[in-house]
């Protein structure tokens, strides 16, 4: 018997995904680090995730990370220099001010966006707000700080969705042969493709945007293009599925909670705080993976081997009754605590302003605009690792 707590647990079992709370917390009961009969070392506890997080030179972004994003990209580099080097190309743009900037053209497209799905519910009763405005949203938001051309976004959300999609085959990945995991490679090498193209363009040609950022920054000019093209690729995959699911959520919980939707609609200055606890109840980014890198790396007294993979449990960390109290209870009254959900530490989110800044907006939108709603049909979702509904119905209701 090994003196370790281990389960069998597939959580890419697509029968838990509705509701995948009591088998993440049937994890976080069996102990504070799990061995995974599937194939990994597991946590569901708050303090163990930000334990692993600090320690990134032990257990870092070996593995998937690296595998996903590329290793040259700052995601996937726990070295510091480098990281923080690449990472600062791109700091201001994601900053408070930046981020302002971009406040006039989100309410633009939000509010486009809103009249097609108001003549729809005129229309059909009925809408689906997940591609109505959920999924395009962050997609044009991202593409538009990059400068690509708008008649691109469509396959650009067809990249994204392939690569958010790799891990859907379940932990850990047969990279060889997982039919979800050559989908996502076969739209990075198409990506990447587009990606090099718009460099080369940029160098000549820069502009206000991203890309042009790096290609004209002094890191830009010693590193390979290979490698500024995996940098540029990171940002459009991770601006995109995370911030559409959370406000797929956010949907959701506004249209279940119509109490809560009164109050927030009479005063608006509950609504961050609410945007936060929908993010804490329903995270987005439920595995996080790591890999052990260094000899004698251990996680609350269990020494994990050398190539060893870990998977954190971000979703459920956010539901962690040592940190929250009734932690299963959606309440926008919530003593605020800083969550996980946006990770932490050397690689904690460079878009978290961006995505609160759309979460926000759309938010406000909806509350304007669409005071009474519901949920009109049964809700689906997608892969585990970043769990988010991809269709809500919507009804509009008489306010
Ligand atoms: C609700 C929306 C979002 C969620 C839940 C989210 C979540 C996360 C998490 C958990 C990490 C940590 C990764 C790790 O430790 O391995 C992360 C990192 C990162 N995120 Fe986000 N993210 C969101 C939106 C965005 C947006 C809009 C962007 C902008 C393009 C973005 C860009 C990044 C980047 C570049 C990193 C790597 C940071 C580094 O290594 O220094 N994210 N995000």
Redesign the pocket.
Known sequence: MADYPSLDIDLYDPAILPDPWPVLARIREAGPIVWNEQGYWMTAHDRVCRQI?NQPDAIG?EGL?ASLFGEEA????DERTT?NAL?NV?VSA?GKSGVDALVPVVRKVVGAMLDAVEAKLREDGQVDIVPALCRPL?AY??AH?MGVADDMIPTVIEWADHMANATAGGLPIDYENCPYWLASEKAKEDLAAYLIGQIRYRRTNPGDDLISRIAQSEIGGRISEQAMMVNIR???F???E??S??LGHILVTLGEYPDERRALREDRMLLPAALEEV?RWQ???QV???GVKQAGASVFGQELPVGAEVVLL?GAAGRDPERYETPDAFDIQREPKPH?????????????T??RM??FEVASAILDRLPEYRIARPLTFGNFSLRGPTSVWIERLEG
């Open positions: 997080m972004q990370i700052f995601i996937s580099t990281h990472r791109w994601f962050p938001v991202i700080m990171q940002l459009l991770a601006g995109n995370t911030t699911n959370w993010l995270g987005v980014t996080l993976p790591r971000l996980l959900a946006f990770g932490f530490g050397l690689h904690s989110c460079l878009g978290a961006l995505a759309e979460a």
